[in-house]
């Protein structure tokens, strides 16, 4: 049985640091494609960054300079470090796991994890 379990986020000022962790269960870690999204209230979930098995990182454009994915196949765990947090940054981060690429539909994940909050105040 596949489980991904988020855990690092909470509340933080504005300016602030977070690290998230997912560990990951249930399957062979290191041949899946991993990523982070997050949805804010009232908005539709988006990707925040991906990370391919071979350990090649994405991040679209708003997101570029301010967080870090990474993962650690040994310990059958995704990070995500934000730094310089703004209060837009505030969501439901999720883990998601085993990219399926589609010409028709892009990127989707075989898993999700229950994810964790990140508030982030003024």
């Known amino acids: 049985q596949v489980q991904l379990v988020e855990s690092g986020g909470g509340s933080v000022e504005a300016g602030g640091s977070l690290k998230l962790s997912c560990a990951a269960s249930?399957?062979?870690?290191?041949?899946?494609?991993m990523a982070w999204h997050r949805q804010a209230p009232g908005k539709e979930r988006e990707l925040v960054s991906s990370i391919t098995s071979g350990g090649i990182t994405n991040y679209p454009d708003s997101f570029k300079g301010r967080f870090t994915i990474s993962r650690d196949n040994a310990k059958n765990t995704l990070y995500l470090q934000m730094n310089s947090l703004k209060t837009e940054d505030t969501a439901v981060y999720y883990c998601?796991?085993?990219?399926?690429?589609?010409?028709?539909?892009?990127?989707?994940?075989?898993?999700w994890g229950q994810g964790t909050q990140v508030t982030v105040s003024s």
């Open positions: 998601a796991a085993c990219s399926r690429h589609y010409v028709s539909r892009g990127v989707e994940y075989d898993y």
């Open positions: 249930g399957y062979t870690f290191s041949r899946c494609g």
